[in-house]
């Protein structure tokens, strides 16, 4: 009988590392299998404030972390979802939220009767009729409410927190339950010479650590899968060709929004993510069309508040390895690709990393068939979280840069192409394969950025005008009594968490 691994290794901190630390420890048990997490404090991580979608929720959960002590430990707000500005013409702005667009009848799709609505004369944009949109705007929040038939049960969030103390808070979390940290730089990395394993790695202080399965956290360095198993890096800049970022914290402009927000500028994009503690700034840019010089001048106008520190570059590429587990490695987080935040996935590609690992844990053996599973998944993930970023770019009708004239007329991969005809014929969207973004989500950007079908559903089409008409309003009014009744957002967050961190 194959034995059991005995022996795994983490190779970098942050949030993919403490994560990964996190999550194993929870399930398995330190006279099992040792955890290892080897980690240098030289080593700075990327650690900006963190924007989040609800996903996050099941893997606290799983970790049987209390929000509360979360909230508190990370600085968090909750998040309802992300405003976009400017990206489909400049002076417009829709949010893409987490609930549902009202609610479907008899078998169809909300969209289908704001369709007809709109075409008799309905003046209210699709997201006037989100639960979650009407309350970001209007900066209140609440949890959901646990009777399936009340309207604010279709509240869902998330949250945005400062990533580096999210990977202290895991820390604690995963130290508690036996991991070992190690402090230390990485100097070498052996493999087995018959097999081409990862056998140990070799600080540089002499000090080796031995394991039989190592996850690569070591960041876009890719220590592990990229420089020592040569895993090659699929690009993927001709489709999403930003790549830089300077990111800066400033002070609070006021009241804390319960909501991302990213606006278009003219050789990118700027984000906005408010902590508790502070606003976290960045802008994303391609350095084909704009200096960095430049990009941060940008960066700083377009910030609400006073600055607290200057702007630190980042430097990246779009795309992800072409094999995300290779011999007895897996790489998590940064070292399995990047694709930049403008839907805050980066967490939930970390978590979906770990989560498939844990699903398919081997034995000792390392079936084939398993990786080769893990890898086609992985691969599927970021493919489509890859086509929803990329759509953002290419739905869009500004005309006023070299950039967004290049994101206008790029090629864009078949898969996409597929989508958003299926939506500008008839408002078809569908999800695909149980991908991350749902019907919703797609619907939200094709209409926030003027994708409009030319038809909608012929049954629906049948219907009374001024029955749906009437049927999408008692839905919009109802939304707005429910969130009238709201408390604001820092008031429920001073009441539910209590003092953030300092």
């Not at 009340?150 to 103390?165: E, G, P, T, V």
């Not at 808070?169 to 036996?178: C, F, N």
């Not at 400033?250 to 503690?277: D, E, N, V, Y």
């Not at 979280?385 to 864009?412: G, K, Q």
Request: aromatic share 12%; proline share 6%.
């Amino acid at each position: 009988m194959v034995p059991p691994i005995k022996e795994i290794v983490i190779v970098g901190g942050g949030s993919a590392g403490w994560m990964t630390a996190a999550a194993l420890s929870s399930l398995l048990a330190p006279k099992d299998v040792t955890i290892t997490l080897v980690e240098s404090d030289e080593i700075g991580i990327i650690g900006v404030g963190e924007a989040t979608i609800p996903d996050l929720l099941n893997f606290n959960r799983m970790l049987g972390i209390d929000e509360a002590d979360f909230i508190r430990a990370t600085n968090a707000t909750f998040k309802l979802g992300i405003e976009f500005i400017d990206w489909g013409r400049k002076g417009d702005r829709y949010i893409h939220p987490f609930s549902n667009h009202g609610v479907d009848m008899n078998g169809f799709d909300f969209h289908q009767f704001w369709l007809h609505s709109r075409a008799a004369g309905n003046p209210y944009p699709i997201d006037d009729y989100s639960l979650c949109a009407i309350a970001a705007r209007q900066g209140k929040f609440t949890h959901p409410d646990p009777n399936p038939r009340a309207i604010r049960s279709h509240i869902r969030y998330a949250y945005h927190f400062d990533a580096s103390l999210y990977a202290r808070y895991l820390r604690a979390y995963a130290e508690k339950r036996g991991v070992r940290r190690i402090e230390g730089k990485v100097q070498t990395v052996i493999q087995t010479p018959e097999t081409g394993r990862i056998a140990e790695v070799k600080l540089e202080d002499g000090r080796s650590v031995d394991g039989e399965f190592f996850f690569d956290c070591s960041g876009f360095r890719s220590l592990l899968l990229g420089q020592t198993l040569g895993v090659r890096f699929n690009d993927w800049s001709h489709w999403l060709p930003c790549n830089s970022a300077q990111a800066v914290p400033s002070s609070h402009a006021g009241p804390l929004p319960p909501f991302t927000r990213a606006t278009a500028k003219a050789s990118g994009w700027q984000w906005r993510i408010p902590t508790q503690a502070r606003t976290g700034n960045g802008h994303i840019y391609c350095r084909d069309f704009i200096s960095d010089d430049e990009a941060a001048s940008v960066l700083l106008a377009g910030l609400d508040s006073e600055a607290l520190a200057s702007p630190r570059i980042i430097r990246f590429t779009a795309g992800h390895r072409q094999t995300f587990w290779e011999k007895n490695c897996i790489a998590i987080g940064l070292a399995a690709g990047f694709l930049e935040p403008l839907e805050s996935t980066s967490i939930y590609l970390i978590q979906e990393g770990i989560s498939r690992f844990i699903s398919l844990f081997p034995n000792a053996a390392l079936p084939e068939v398993f990786r080769h599973e893990y890898n086609r998944h992985m691969r599927t993930e970021f493919e489509q979280v890859r086509d929803f970023i990329i759509l953002h770019f290419t739905a869009t009708e500004r005309t006023d840069s070299p950039f967004w004239d290049y994101c206008r007329n790029m090629p864009i991969p078949d898969s996409l192409e597929h989508k958003i005809a299926l939506f500008r014929e008839g408002g078809r969207a569908f999800r695909c394969e149980d991908e991350l973004f749902s019907r919703p989500s797609w619907v939200a950007v094709f209409l926030g950025q003027n994708i409009i079908p030319k038809a909608y559903d012929p049954v629906v089409a049948t219907l009374p005008p001024p029955e749906v008409t009437a049927s999408v309003e008692s839905m919009r009014v109802a939304m707005i009594d429910a969130v009238s009744q709201m408390p604001t957002h820092e008031d429920y967050l001073a009441r539910y968490s209590g003092p953030a961190a300092g």
